[in-house]
């Protein structure tokens, strides 16, 4: 390999089936000694395991009042929010399409709104074939509910990379980026739930997770009239998610065909009649933490919902009265 790419090597040893790191000298080549001939259990000090002690918060959920809200001005307080007016100024501030090989770029549309929910690359200029890459992040709610936080961000992630042509949902590879300040009882439980919700939902969709890392020092302490105050990041997930495409022409964009007069918008309620709003954008503009967070609740629908996309992609000249017909009849024999 480093021939081929004409990069410079030396060979440094080689791995023995002992536990042990040798290194040999040529001084003493001929005799049996090593200037270090240690076990590996002693460098990695394997005995001494981390322990970390800790309590499960209590959550406490009160019921959601929005009597007092003008419908109206909610329009607008939420449309005006930066996370929820445009995402542009994350987009123009680098290059969108570089190498000749993108499919899908972050610009929808004749106005070229940046709205796209996965990107999609070719592999080669010769091929069809590709990776469809997405993202998935829900930080807010992890202020009121961790576990809730990061199945929603599996959730979103996945509902995402759907717009492309993903042969299967188990074809998902993800990176778990994690971040939180593990310098206390409640994070360091927040933190074990956190793994262990995401782990049960990526088992039972035969989701892998083969590469991630973590921040988990994320606090900061300022000092002010003798008062200290601590600042700290509650323990969130940041995800993302690539899967290969063995035809990248059926990508889906979020993009109302102009064409058709008669087009119109599908609700698909993977929510099962849910309508929970803590750690909204609504909640945020009008200060507002009370009722019970969203969540990823059922497997078994995310599952029939894959298979639903990949059976409706075979009727792409259906009538939109057809379309509406085949996700009902495809998600229904699932579920």
Same mark, same amino acid.
């Given at each position: *390999? ?7 090597? +030396? ?30 259990? $002693? ?77 999609? *690359? ?21 202020? $009121? ?6 199945? *929603? ?9 759907? +717009? +492309? ?13 994690? *971040? ?55 323990? @969130? ?44 954008? %609504?909640?945020?503009? $009008? ?8 969540? %990823? ?7 029939? $919902? @894959?298979? +639903? ?27």
């Amino acid at each position: *390999m480093c021939t081929r790419e004409k990069a410079p090597y +030396a060979v440094i040893g080689q791995f023995i089936e002992k536990p042990e790191l040798i290194i040999e000298s040529r001084k003493y080549l001929s005799t049996n000694i090593f200037p270090i001939d240690v076990s590996l259990d $002693f460098l990695l000090n394997v005995e001494n395991s981390l322990i970390r002690n800790c309590d499960k918060r209590q959550v406490l959920v009160n019921e959601e009042e929005y009597s007092s809200i003008n419908l109206e001005q909610s329009v607008v307080k939420v449309l005006k929010h930066p996370t929820v007016s445009s995402k542009s100024f994350l987009i123009t501030i680098g290059d969108r399409t570089v190498g000749g090989c993108t499919i899908r770029d972050q610009m929808v549309g004749p106005w070229q709104t940046p709205v796209a929910d996965c990107a999609v *690359m070719l592999t080669s200029f010769w091929s069809k074939q590709g990776v469809a890459l997405a993202l998935g992040e829900r930080p807010p709610i992890a202020v $009121f509910d961790v576990n809730a936080s990061v199945r *929603m961000c599996l959730g979103e992630l996945i509902t995402n990379i759907l +717009a +492309a042509p993903i042969p299967n949902i188990s074809d998902i590879k993800l990176s778990a980026n994690w *971040m939180g300040a593990v310098d206390e009882e409640f994070s360091n439980y927040d933190l074990y739930s956190a793994v262990s919700a995401i782990n049960n939902i990526c088992i039972e969709c035969d989701i892998s997770i083969p590469v991630g890392k973590d921040s988990l020092s994320m606090s900061a302490i300022k000092v002010e009239n003798n008062t200290t105050k601590k600042v700290k990041s509650p323990i @969130s997930l940041n995800l993302s998610g690539v899967s290969k495409l063995n035809d990248t022409e059926g990508t889906w964009t979020p993009c109302l065909d102009r064409e058709i007069q008669d087009s119109c918008l599908i609700f698909l309620d993977l929510a099962e009649g849910e309508k929970r709003m803590r750690g909204s954008t %609504f909640q945020s503009v $009008f200060s507002i933490s009370s009722g019970k967070c969203p969540d %990823f609740d059922s497997v078994k629908i995310i599952k029939a $919902f @894959s298979k +639903a996309c990949n059976e409706i992609r075979f009727y792409e000249k259906s009538t939109v009265q057809n379309w509406s017909m085949l996700i009902t009849t495809a998600l229904m024999e699932d579920y």
